[in-house]
Nanobody
Framework: QVQLVESGGGLVQPGGSLRLSCAAS????????MNWYRQAPGKQRELVAK???????NYADSVKGRFTISRDNAKNTVYLQMNSLKPEDTAVYYC????????WGQGTQVTVSS
């Protein structure tokens, strides 16, 4: 079965950096686009970044130039490098694959605060 396991969240000061990881299993990872979403308290879940099987990327306007999504098909892992973090980036971050159905990880909390 499809499993997505996120890691790397935590508490960071404004301007700091974090790298999130999502380890995938249960499907042929290299064939599928992978997504990072986030959900802040009281807000809807929003798409942050997407990477296609060939490595093409798309970003939400709010994170362009600060976040970088990447993938390592040999490790079945997708990453989200987050730089210049702002308090408004505080959210639970989820890994997602849309493979005939939507699959989600358990989420990892990112808190940006001084």
């Amino acid at each position: 079965q499809v499993q997505l396991v996120e890691s790397g969240g935590g508490l960071v000061q404004p301007g700091g950096s974090l790298r999130l990881s999502c380890a995938a299993s249960g499907f042929t990872f290299s064939l599928w686009a992978m997504n990072w979403y986030r959900q802040a308290p009281g807000k809807q879940r929003e798409l942050v970044a997407k990477i296609t099987p060939s490595g093409g990327t798309n970003y939400a306007d709010s994170v362009k130039g600060r976040f970088t999504i990447s993938r390592d098909n040999a490790k079945n892992t997708v990453y989200l490098q987050m730089n210049s973090l702002k308090p408004e980036d505080t959210a639970v971050y989820y890994c997602n694959v849309r493979r005939f159905d939507d699959y989600w990880g358990q989420g990892t909390q990112v808190t940006v605060s001084s």
